[in-house]
C-alpha cells in the first residue's frame, strides 16, 4: 500500500498529503535532473521530506478523517426546511470550490484528491451521515480506474458504492450516483493507466445499480465527453473539468438533486 502511495496520476495527484492545504493535497515533487548542481541535494532533500510526510499521513489516517473532522464539528443541524446536499467525491469533487461552486445553496463539498471508493466508503459515516443531508451526491472512480491504493476492480468498485448506498439509505439520506468523468491524452498520458473501455463498464454498472436501488444516476460523461474522450476544451489535466465543465456539470447535479429530492 505505501508503495502505491508514490504513483502520480498525470495532472492530479494520487496520494494525499500534509501541508498547508491539509491531507489531500497535491504531492509535489521536484526533479533534480532540472535543478542545478549547488541546489541538487537541497532538492533531494525536500523530495524525501515530502516522500516521508506522504508514508505519515497514510499510516496514521489512511481514509482521511482529519481531512474535515474539524468543519464537520463546527456545522450545526440543518435549518428547518433546509435541503442540505453533501457532494462526496475524489479529485473532480474537491477541485470544485470556490465562487463556482453553487453560491447561496447549502451544499458542502467533502472531496478528497486522490481517493478511491474504499477510503470514501472509511469516511462516510462522518462526513455524510453525520452531517444528516437530504441528498448525498457520490462521485467516485477514476482512482479505482487507476488502481491508487486498491485494486481497483469493477467488483471490489461495486461492493464500496453498494455500501455506501445503503448506508445513506438506511439514515433516510436520498442517493445520486454520478458517472465517471471522461479522460483524454490531450496534455499527457492518462488513458493507458485509465482505461475508457473500463471506464465505460464502470459506468454501465453505475447506472444500472442506479435503477436498483432507486437512487438518481448522474451522468456527467456524456456532457463532458466526444467519441469517449474528454473534451480538451472542457478540462483541465485530461482527467479533472476546467472552469466551463464544471459549468456544464452544475445544472444535471441540480436536476438530479431536484429528482432525488422529489423520491
Known amino acids: 500500500m505505501v508503495a502505491a502511495a508514490m504513483i502520480v496520476g498525470g495532472g492530479t495527484a494520487s496520494a494525499q498529503s500534509t501541508g498547508p492545504s491539509g491531507p489531500g493535497s497535491p504531492v509535489v515533487r521536484s526533479d533534480p535532473g532540472l535543478t542545478d548542481p549547488g541546489s541538487s541535494s537541497s532538492s533531494q532533500a525536500e523530495a ?11 499510516l496514521t489516517d489512511w481514509a482521511g478523517l482529519t481531512r474535515y473532522g474539524s468543519e464537520n464539528s463546527e456545522l450545526g443541524a440543518p435549518r428547518p426546511g433546509e435541503n442540505r446536499v ?3 467525491g475524489d479529485d473532480a469533487t474537491e477541485l470544485w470550490s470556490g465562487e463556482g461552486f453553487f453560491p447561496g445553496k447549502p451544499y458542502l463539498n467533502r472531496g478528497i484528491r486522490g481517493q478511491n471508493s474504499g477510503q470514501m466508503l472509511v469516511r462516510f459515516r462522518q462526513d455524510v451521515i453525520g452531517l444528516k443531508p437530504k441528498v448525498v451526491v457520490i462521485h467516485a472512480g477514476t482512482n479505482d480506474l487507476a488502481r491508487l491504493l486498491g485494486p481497483g476492480t469493477r467488483g471490489t468498485f461495486a461492493d464500496n458504492v453498494m455500501s455506501m448506498t445503503e448506508l ?13 468523468l ?3 491524452d490531450c496534455f499527457s498520458d492518462q488513458t493507458s493507466r485509465r ?6 463498464d464502470f459506468n454501465e454498472w453505475l447506472q444500472e445499480y442506479a435503477k436498483t436501488s432507486s437512487s438518481v444516476y448522474l451522468d456527467y460523461f456524456t456532457a463532458l465527453a466526444e467519441a469517449r474522450s474528454f473534451r480538451q476544451e472542457l478540462t483541465a489535466d485530461g482527467v479533472v473539468p476546467n472552469a466551463k465543465g464544471y459549468a456544464l456539470m452544475a445544472p444535471l447535479a441540480e436536476a438530479a438533486i431536484a429528482k432525488a429530492l422529489r423520491k
Open 86 to 88: 453533501v457532494f462526496f
Open 182 to 184: 471522461p479522460v483524454c
Open 195 to 200: 482505461s475508457p473501455v473500463r471506464l465505460g
Open 168 to 180: 445513506a439509505k438506511a439514515n433516510g439520506i436520498a442517493v445520486v450516483l454520478a458517472s465517471l
Open 48 to 58: 524525501a521530506e515530502q516522500k516521508l510526510a506522504v508514508y505519515k499521513q497514510l
